[in-house]
């Protein structure tokens, strides 16, 4: 037998406990489910195979991802498709409106595929559905998690932070020795500096920006990548377990104990973030609403003790 013609499947990696999730059954999670159908609209639940999905959808919290389901980018940890992505959807930014209002939504978290094929990297996009997210649900609070516009960024950032978001989010997703690999098409300190940028607009957006821990950075590395997120003015930080989504993706290196991201956690407050989310399954928009809350009442409280010291 010619064992070339049935070569042997790669090995998928045993999770530990803490991992585990039980499979979406809800009826919240179909209703959720069908509407994205209705009102053809992508998310980055479904995209990128989120672990909570079930939860999210259960709760009607969607990630709507604008811009089609096709990137530009083929970065190692990512599920979602790469290639030449299809024409920019002119009714998305209603349907994503339409979306919000019927899920009875308080906060909404809006990303998208990198879009290098176009001219402004698709920020234009976001601007319209930011636009018509005001207009539709006003009470509906506002989170971005954008590209980083690579070559465009500077406009970028100037077109989306005046449509006056309320959350700016960008992942800088690993330490910087990781980059090559894990992220070879973006670098890390155009990322810094893109959300320096925002606060530079607007110092009232929050900022917020996501790395992904097990795949072979050190602790001193993380430390590091706090250290420059807050010399960057960054106000919330979120880390979880980076999850192989295929054999063909970069492999996990370690499963991160709960333990351990209790003690970044720790570390991360201690450098001054307002908000910090640390746990295995925590994911860039994982309870994003009430961390909005939270993050906005640290706000209020650290702006009330620098009043009355006067």
Not at 118 to 129: I, N, R, S, T, Y
Request: with cysteine; proline share 7%.
């Amino acid at each position: 037998m010619n064992d070339l013609a049935n070569p042997p499947k790669p090995e998928r990696q045993r999770k530990p406990d803490w991992i585990r999730v039980k499979a979406p059954t809800s009826r919240g999670y179909g209703e959720t489910r069908q509407l994205m159908r209705d009102l053809n609209l992508n998310t980055v639940c479904e995209e990128a195979a989120c672990p909570n999905i079930g939860e999210c959808w259960t709760k009607k919290h969607a990630t709507v991802m604008i811009l089609g389901d096709v990137c530009t980018r083929a970065c190692a940890f990512c599920n979602v498709k790469t290639g030449m992505p299809r024409a920019v959807d002119p009714l998305e930014p209603e349907h994503v409106a339409t979306a919000a209002a019927k899920m009875g939504l308080e906060h909404i978290v809006i990303t998208s595929v990198d879009r290098d094929d176009l001219p402004d990297g698709g920020a234009g996009q976001f601007v319209k559905v930011i636009e018509a997210l005001r207009r539709n649900t006003p009470a509906t609070t506002i989170e971005i998690l954008t590209p980083d516009f690579r070559g465009k960024m500077q406009a970028a950032v100037e077109a989306i932070v005046a449509a006056g978001p309320d959350v700016y989010n960008h992942n800088l997703e690993t330490v910087p020795r990781l980059y090559p690999t894990i992220r070879p098409g973006a670098r890390y300190y155009a990322s810094l500096r893109l959300l320096e940028e925002v606060k530079r607009h607007n110092p009232l957006i929050f900022t917020k920006s996501g790395i992904m821990l097990g795949l072979g950075e050190e602790r001193l590395e993380v430390h590091q990548v706090m250290d420059d997120m807050r010399s960057a003015g960054i106000d919330f930080l979120t880390m979880g377990q980076y999850l192989q989504p295929t054999p063909k993706h970069a492999k996990v290196i370690d499963f991160v104990t709960p333990q351990a991201f209790d003690a970044y956690g720790a570390i991360a407050r201690a450098k001054g973030f307002l908000q910090v989310a640390a746990s295995p399954l925590t994911r860039s928009s994982y309870h994003a609403g009430d961390d909005f809350k939270a993050m906005r009442a640290a706000r209020e409280a650290q702006l009330a003790k620098a009043a009355a010291r006067g």
